[in-house]
Structure formats: C-alpha cells, structure tokens
C-alpha cells in the first residue's frame, strides 16, 4: 500500500445498537444500548494497531457487564473447478473486564495488537484472504451483545530500492 493511502484515515465506523437481553432463555433482563467507534478499519501491518470505543449504557439493565473481548480472524478461502475449501483462524485477542454493573453507563476502549507477520488482505480468482474483527460484551447468563465488521490488512510499501 502506498504511504499516501496510508495517510488517509481508512474508514471509520460507528454502530450504535440497543440489545434486549433475556436472562437463561426467557426471564427478561432490560436492555442495553451500545454504541460501538472504530476510528479506521484499514490497518497497515507495521504501523497501526486497531482501536475500538465502546459507549455502554446499561441503566435500564438489570445485569452486569463482565467482559468486553475483541477478537480478529483471518479467513482464506481458496477454490478450484470442483472444490472450495475455506480455514479461518483467530490472529489476534484482547479481553478487558470492565464490570459496569446494573444501572450502570460509562465507556471502554481497547487496542488491539496487529500481529506483524500475517498475510495482508488480498482477494484473487482462485485465492482470497480477509479478515473480521468481532467485538462482545459478556452479560453473564444472557444473550452477549456483538458486533462485527470488516478490516482491511495492507503492507507498507517502500521506495527506498528505486532510489
């Protein structure tokens, strides 16, 4: 990727999402309003890392929030006349426990670490690589509010050999 496209900031993303909660598959356990920032969803392997803010408002919720985990997974997919075989893996992980407790509203913000040797994004005929950030908060004994988007991988690209 050239440094220029580097400079221009990706695609921020924002998603603000209110989530019913049901406590062990029919007791009802309020709400919650999430709302979810990323500031760029285009990385470059040795320069950024991934930022996500999570804005919780837990006031009408009558269950704590335990955990707020974002995980990034890689998907290959490769195909052939007769087949197509697709593996996906888990690059990278964070969790952070913030413990907002019932009534409760504040934020969260996690970076998460690129590893700096995978394969950037990359989409062939017959190959394709991409990747998926998946953002949850843990509601113990209710439906786990998530949230995915996509993320766009890319490699610097040096001139330094032409000069």
């Known amino acids: 990727m050239p440094l220029s496209q580097h400079d221009s900031g990706g695609a921020p993303l924002q998603e603000d999402r209110p989530y019913h909660l049901v406590y062990c598959c029919c007791c009802d356990s309020g709400s919650l309003l999430a709302k979810f920032h990323v500031k760029r969803t285009e990385v470059v392997t040795d320069k950024d890392n991934l930022q996500i803010i999570c804005e919780i408002d837990n006031t009408v919720g009558q269950k704590p929030i335990e955990k707020f985990k974002v995980e990034l997974f890689h998907t290959v997919t490769m195909r052939s006349l007769h087949h197509v075989k697709t593996v996906t893996e888990r690059v990278s992980k964070m969790t952070l426990r ?24 990359s989409q062939g005929f017959n190959c394709y690589s991409t990747y998926r950030c998946h953002v949850e908060l843990h509601v113990p004994r209710a439906g786990n509010p998530t949230f995915e988007f ?14």
């Open 98 to 121: 913030p413990l907002f407790g019932a009534g409760d509203n504040g934020s969260i913000a996690g970076i998460l670490n690129i590893p700096r040797n995978i394969q950037p994004t």
């Open 150 to 163: 996509p993320v766009q991988i890319s490699e610097t690209v040096s001139y330094t050999h032409l000069t």
